[in-house]
């Protein structure tokens, strides 16, 4: 037999794991799935099978188009500005997607939440960085951040917004949000809108998560000397001059339900750059949440719960990477937090700089986090970090002790290199799907991409890659989509079946500097300038690579 299970899993990491590992809220959300549970009762037709699956991917591109693999196909789902009911409109720079269907039955009627990570003043509010930003211009943009919920529905493979659906509404800048925290922060128990918002997870409990990662740039931050004197540092957008919402409303994990669109910021998940937060559900119902600072030299976080189903009672760890071990971001038994900080409540708020006093390894801006649906180890993006020499990034593996997702030691390692080598450069977004394959999206700044004088015009636009894990290719990073010019592609996500991949194609033609010449015109609709968008990626390939796995059929 040439697929022994030993050989199955080998490219991912060892493991000792013969049944799925992951439990069911993140497999039937179409997140990630498993592919067998008894690898004795393969045949040795399908084995061959699999052994023969060849994935032809496409070169790098600079074309302004998505540019898909043979196999597959795409329509756009919604796109900025497109109206979602009679009184609002879809945001800017889609990021984040995920769906959940109204009935684990009928895969193809559901909710998608979508996150809008920032906004382009140029195209947004008709601000050029050259007069002073009035209010009417800041409210346009706080408008555009945030997040969407529209219901969705598949017809014939084609999905389609469910125009004025009573669930279809937008949180953004302005929504009010209450903190899941016993004390005030900066005297509030509630606050104004969310923003920043990049990438997210869903709870076991199904709700969105959705997490806020540059939100210094929208209303600044809060910075303190040696002395821990505070000054205000200024924000690039300028939000402040008209609306004077302190800081620390910003940084935090946020849920959604989508039910009701209720958003309740999560306060004992620290207050950093939050790219994502994955989270676990334990057999005894406490959740793990794994998330990142994406910055460079910042942090991976984990909270794991003291309460079932809790996002409040438990205690936030960060990672010592080196010794393998995650340290307490705990005021109360942390003499040197204690030291420095008035109570819990200030080392969550500056999370960052507790971190570092209890030893937290740096980190080359961690960015998305997947459990591998097999092995149960955790995949961190480690984009890049430049002034360290690091161009191209990696992905980082962390291996729980005994595979206890509540263990406070762990293995890490790399699992792969960015770099010409590989064919891929500062890696992003990761998606397992239902057969283990990883898909990882990367993100080159539009200002480093297709110039000469900087080192990734070899990549050409970014991409989307997947990782086979069974067939020929397996272990092998192979491009299938490459985006349009200056875009990134974010968010993917797959459907409960298996038969769509939602993703975001977030700031085509962001270095447009006049919209009568722009850089990209994709989605090419008759404005005739770039829209970031929701699109749907369907085919053959998106179902064989998601049945490419050991059971029958
Ligand atoms: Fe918004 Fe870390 O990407
Ligand atoms: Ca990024
Ligand atoms: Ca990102």
Redesign the pocket.
Request: hydrophobic residues 0%; glycine residues 0%; contains cysteine.
């Given at each position: 037999m040439d697929y022994n299970r030993r050989q199955f899993i080998s490219f991912m990491g060892k493991a000792s794991i013969a049944s799925l590992v992951l439990p069911q809220f993140l497999m039937s959300c179409g997140n990630t799935a498993t592919p067998t549970k008894d690898f004795n009762k393969i045949s040795k037709e399908r084995l061959q099978t699999l052994k023969d699956f060849v994935l032809k991917g496409i070169p790098a591109s600079d074309k302004d188009d998505l540019v898909l693999a043979n196999g597959l196909d795409y329509h756009t789902i919604i796109k900025w500005g497109d109206t979602i009911s009679d009184t609002d409109t879809f945001g800017f720079n889609n990021?984040y997607t995920c769906f959940i269907p109204f009935n684990d039955d009928d895969p193809k009627d559901g909710l998608l939440w979508v996150n809008h990570e920032y906004i382009n003043p140029f195209f947004v509010s008709d601000f050029n960085y050259q007069q002073e930003k009035t209010k009417a211009q800041v409210d346009k943009e706080m408008y555009n951040v945030g997040g969407s919920i529209v219901r969705i529905k598949e017809k014939n493979g084609v999905w389609q917004v469910v125009q004025n659906d009573p669930h279809n509404r937008r949180i953004t800048a302005q929504t009010d949000i209450a903190l899941n925290w016993d004390a005030p922060i900066k005297g509030k128990t509630s606050v104004k809108g969310t923003l920043a918002n990049?990438?997210g997870g869903i709870t076991p409990w199904k709700t969105f998560i959705t997490c806020e990662?540059n939100y210094d740039g929208f209303l600044g931050e809060t910075e303190y000397d040696k002395n821990n004197v505070e000054s205000h540092r200024n924000s690039g957008y300028g939000w402040e001059k008209f609306y004077n919402y302190p800081p620390e409303h910003y940084g935090w994990v946020v849920e959604i339900n989508p039910k009701d669109g209720k958003a309740q910021k999560h306060i004992a998940i620290g207050r950093f750059a939050h790219?994502c937060c994955t989270l676990y559900e334990l057999k005894d119902k406490r959740v793990v949440a794994y998330t990142g600072d994406?910055h460079n030299d910042e942090h991976l976080y984990k909270f794991i719960s003291s309460k079932p189903g809790s996002l409040k009672e438990g205690t936030l760890y960060v990672a010592d990477t080196i010794n393998g071990k995650w340290l307490a971001l705990d005021w109360e038994n942390q003499p040197v937090l204690k030291a420095k900080f008035k109570n819990q409540t200030e080392v969550l708020i500056r999370a960052r700089e507790a971190a570092k006093l209890i030893g937290a390894t740096p980190l080359n801006r961690p960015?998305?986090i997947e459990i591998d649906p097999i092995t149960g180890h955790i995949f961190i993006t480690l984009t890049n970090n430049k002034p360290k020499g690091d161009l191209h990034g990696s992905i980082l593996k962390i291996e729980e002790t005994n595979d206890n997702f509540d263990a406070l030691t762990f293995k890490a390692s790399t699992y792969i290199a960015g770099g010409e080598e590989n064919g891929f450069s500062c890696p992003?977004?990761l998606a397992f799907d239902m057969a283990g394959n990883l898909w990882i999206t990367t993100?080159i700044s539009g200002s480093s991409m297709n110039r000469p004088d900087k080192p990734y015009l070899t990549f050409k636009n970014n991409s989307l890659f997947v990782i086979p894990r069974l067939g020929k290719d397996a272990g092998k990073v192979i491009r299938v989509v490459s985006a349009p010019k200056d875009a990134e592609l974010?968010g993917p996500w797959f459907s409960p079946d298996g038969k769509t991949l939602f993703l975001s194609v977030q700031h085509p033609g962001e270095q447009t500097k006049d919209l009568s010449k722009p850089t990209s015109t994709w989605p090419f609709d008759a404005d005739n300038i770039p829209k970031p968008a929701v699109v749907a990626i369907t085919g053959d390939l998106i179902e064989k690579m998601n049945k490419l796995n050991l059971i029958e059929g």
């Open positions: 990021d990049c990438s990662e790219e994406d960015e998305d992003d977004n993100d974010t």
